[in-house]
């Protein structure tokens, strides 16, 4: 294992190890999520920092507030990333008012508006006017898979300098040619949303995706065909070799296998580590992308690509934390 990702799966670790002592009552689905924010930016939780950013938020918004779900501890961690994070909340507050006006209010629209907020260039209501129009064509495409969750990839894809049709046709192009590998899931439809965010023809990518896919699988059993996807499709803008990619999910994984939390069958299953292992190599090797990302030099696709990789992340995490607390709740 090369030393820069042997390092990053140790600071993870120690990083979830970090929160989880500090927010004791989240769900164990959140922690490595968040703790892999602090990895993409560079940083290192605080305690004190933490705990003045969870203030910060329980002072602003009720406890009902979309804020205060599933979603709190990402903005939690991503404020405290932040060399200004008050300023920061008060952009994730103002494009939240902006985005609800045009997408139903959800967690997930609350997430979608907590990770654009790390920029302050964005034009919040141009941005979310063309979100709502790409998110329709996108629910009248697939009526059955697409749902509010979904507010987040519209947002993302709404950055892109190409024209709503070509977008459109990107997704369901690469959608068309998922399908006839992969089983109809959300996970299907996210990573032609997040392989639409490249310039490159749809055959090539998806391609070049399920090259990866293959490579991994091989190496480690089975890749998870479902909500794991789109982190293969993550993984697929990576400026480096198929064999390369899949040779260091492997090692991700076999170091994740012998960390608390992860190495008994009280922790994570294996589709689930493997999809952290990707996670991990994603935000090692972001830097270098190639080609060009929504229209943005490459030199600025490992910023975008590290959006991606928190919103698909987090989604994947609180819709496992609402899975768990309702099965619990069940009993």
């Not at 990107?170 to 310039?199: F, K, N, W």
């Not at 990518?205 to 991994?216: G, N, P, Q, S």
Request: hydrophobic fraction near 40%; proline fraction near 3%; charge should be negative.
């Amino acid at each position: 294992m090369k030393e820069s990702l042997k390092t990053a799966c140790e600071t993870m670790i120690r990083n979830r190890d970090l929160l989880k002592k500090q927010f004791r009552w989240e769900s164990d689905y959140l922690y490595p999520v968040c703790a892999n924010i602090f990895l993409t930016e560079g940083a290192s939780p605080d305690s004190e920092r933490l705990a003045d950013c969870n203030r910060m938020i329980k002072e602003s918004v009720g406890i009902f507030s979309n804020f205060r779900g599933n979603v709190r501890l990402p903005l939690i961690c991503s404020l405290a990333c932040d060399q200004n994070p008050q300023a920061r909340w008060e952009r994730a507050q103002g494009f939240y008012q902006i985005f609800k006006e045009h997408f139903f209010r959800s967690e997930f629209l609350a997430l979608g508006a907590a990770m654009l907020a790390g920029s302050s260039k964005i034009d919040a209501e141009t941005l979310a006017s063309r979100a709502r129009i790409l998110y329709k064509r996108m629910k009248k495409e697939h009526p059955l898979l697409t749902g509010w969750e979904d507010s987040v990839s519209a947002l993302l894809l709404a950055q892109s300098t190409r024209d709503d049709d070509m977008l459109i046709e990107d997704v369901e192009q690469c959608y068309q040619l998922l399908r006839e590998r992969m089983p109809i899931s959300d996970g299907l439809q996210t990573s032609a949303h997040v392989l639409a965010m490249s310039e490159e023809a749809p055959e090539q990518k998806c391609a070049r995706m399920l090259e990866i896919y293959d490579a991994v699988s091989s190496r480690c059993k089975k890749y998870g065909r479902s909500y794991e996807l789109p982190m293969i499709a993550v993984l697929s803008f990576l400026d480096l070799p198929v064999e390369t990619l899949a040779e260091e999910v492997a090692e991700a994984e076999q170091y994740l296998h012998a960390q608390k939390g992860y190495r008994t069958i009280f922790g994570f299953d294996r589709r689930t580590r493997l999809m952290h292992a990707a996670m991990l190599v994603s935000t090692v090797n972001a830097t270098g992308t190639a080609g060009e990302l929504n229209g943005i030099v490459a030199q600025q696709a490992s910023v975008i690509m590290a959006v991606i990789q928190q919103a698909i992340m987090c989604a994947v995490a609180s819709s496992s934390a609402a899975s768990a607390a309702a099965a619990s709740s069940a009993h």
